[in-house]
């Protein structure tokens, strides 16, 4: 039942625009392998074979870190609703931090978030649909505004030195490349 593409169709780019959850899987060399859900409006579809996401601060950041080593990531929407479906971009990406060269351009895509920590650059080189028949149905409710609340408490130096504690490497101990400020 899986179909394969080489690029996002208009169908694929309507349907991921529909959504309101999505889930990076990333992995390095060796260690874990990362799955992480994704919301808000974080994601911008910017042609057949490419999309960008916005990373806002968390309690981990594995991506960034499996990215240095290991450039391959996995996107995946699910329907939740009336429509059976799994989509999946598979590619390669790259990641471009806060305050790095191309930041402003590529941050510019999505609304301003004083957690924004990185830009993911996602080249598609295969898209692939599949039945979903297994997916159970659910209703969205609205996004959580709990990560705005916590960001909105902290100052800035607060959410380096968050950086500082919490994100400089992954659970495996590989580095990031997050940016820390003095």
């Known amino acids: 039942m899986a179909k394969q593409f080489p690029n ?42 490419r999309i960008l996401w916005l990373n806002i601060t968390g309690s981990g950041n594995e991506t960034a870190g499996h990215l240095l080593e ?9 329907s939740f609703t009336t429509r059976p479906l799994i989509l999946r971009c598979y590619g390669t990406a790259t990641v471009c931090q ?51 609340q916590w960001t909105n408490k902290k100052s800035d130096d607060d959410l380096h030195d968050y950086w500082r504690e919490k994100n400089t490497v992954t659970i495996d101990g590989k580095p990031t490349n997050v940016p820390l400020f003095d």
């Open 98 to 148: 806060y305050g790095e060269e191309g930041w402003d351009d590529l941050a510019a895509h999505f609304p301003a978030h004083r957690g924004s920590r990185q830009v993911y650059d996602l080249q598609i080189d295969m898209v692939q649909t599949s039945c979903g028949y297994a997916v159970p149905f659910m209703d969205f409710d609205r996004h959580r505004d709990t990560l705005d």
């Open 70 to 78: 290991n450039p391959r990531m996995t996107l995946m929407w699910c």
């Open 8 to 49: 996002l169709e208009d169908a694929h780019r309507r349907f991921i625009e529909d959504q309101h959850i999505f889930f990076t899987g990333t992995a390095g060399p060796d260690g874990r392998v990362n799955v992480s859900p994704k919301g808000g409006d974080s994601l911008r579809v910017m042609g057949p074979n």
